[in-house]
T-cell receptor, first 115, second 110 residues
Framework: NAGVTQTPKFQVLKTGQSMTLQCAQDMNHNSMYWYRQDPGMGLRLIYYSASEGTTDKGEVPNGYNVSRLNKREFSLRLESAAPSQTSVYFC??????????????FGPGTRLTVT | EDKVVQSPLSLVVHEGDTVTLNCSYEVTNFRSLLWYKQEKKAPTFLFMLTSSGIEKKSGRLSSILDKKELFSILNITATQTGDSAVYLCAVSPNDYKLSFGAGTTVTVRA
């Protein structure tokens, strides 16, 4: 079991470029999440998907879009990257059916630099 | 807006010392409090607490929640260099979301 995988691991973008971060899970979890982590700020929720076919904004959604492609995959898109989006991005999953999704399981992260 | 505050921001101890980390919170609808350990990569789950006064233990780590005073502590006894990490506290107001604190960086020196 790979758990939660993310691609790419590292990316450098120029201001204004676009890109999509990919996340896939083989844990059969219903919920999926995208966070960003900046120094001294902990993890901040960008978007989440409680189940296939639904997405909701988190704490810091501006500048991002998401797609829940199927139960396994949840992608995060930056349409026009800005230096303020330089961060480490984590995807996470959680169970919902039969048990609340309190525990979340994290992927290895994508380190994004926007110049 | 949900708020999770951890203290101290960082600390340095020597092997064998005991460490106490604090997490206070304000949320509109509390469901649970979680602790994670992060060692330069993905956070890994440590504990989930939902009831006041019940200690959760795992080896040298333990945690307790006080829902009346809205805080939790995480204790690490007989620290080892492998305990060096960022410890994150998170609060869940519902079935889906977690609100994280900024974390406490623990450095254990040999």
């Amino acid at each position: 079991n790979a758990g939660v995988t993310q691609t790419p691991k590292f990316q450098v973008l120029k201001t204004g470029q676009s890109m999509t971060l990919q996340c896939a899970q083989d844990m059969n979890h219903n919920s999926m999440y995208w966070y960003r982590q900046d120094p001294g700020m902990g993890l901040r929720l960008i978007y989440y998907s409680a189940s296939e076919g639904t997405t909701d904004k988190g704490e810091v959604p501006n500048g991002y879009n998401v797609s829940r492609l199927n139960k396994r995959e949840f992608s995060l898109r930056l349409e026009s990257a800005a230096p303020s989006q330089t961060s480490v991005y984590f995807c996470a999953t959680g169970r919902t059916s039969g048990r609340p999704a309190y525990e979340q399981y994290f992927g290895p992260g994508t380190r994004l630099t926007v110049t | 807006e949900d708020k999770v505050v951890q203290s101290p921001l960082s600390l340095v101890v020597h092997e064998g010392d005991t460490v106490t980390l604090n997490c206070s919170y304000e949320v509109t609808n509390f469901r649970s409090l979680l602790w994670y350990k992060q060692e330069k990569k993905a956070p890994t789950f440590l504990f989930m607490l939902t009831s006041s006064g019940i200690e959760k233990k795992s080896g040298r780590l333990s945690s307790i929640l006080d829902k009346k005073e809205l805080f939790s502590i995480l204790n690490i006894t007989a620290t080892q260099t492998g305990d060096s990490a960022v410890y994150l506290c998170a609060v869940s107001p519902n079935d889906y979301k977690l609100s994280f604190g900024a974390g406490t960086t623990v450095t254990v020196r040999a």
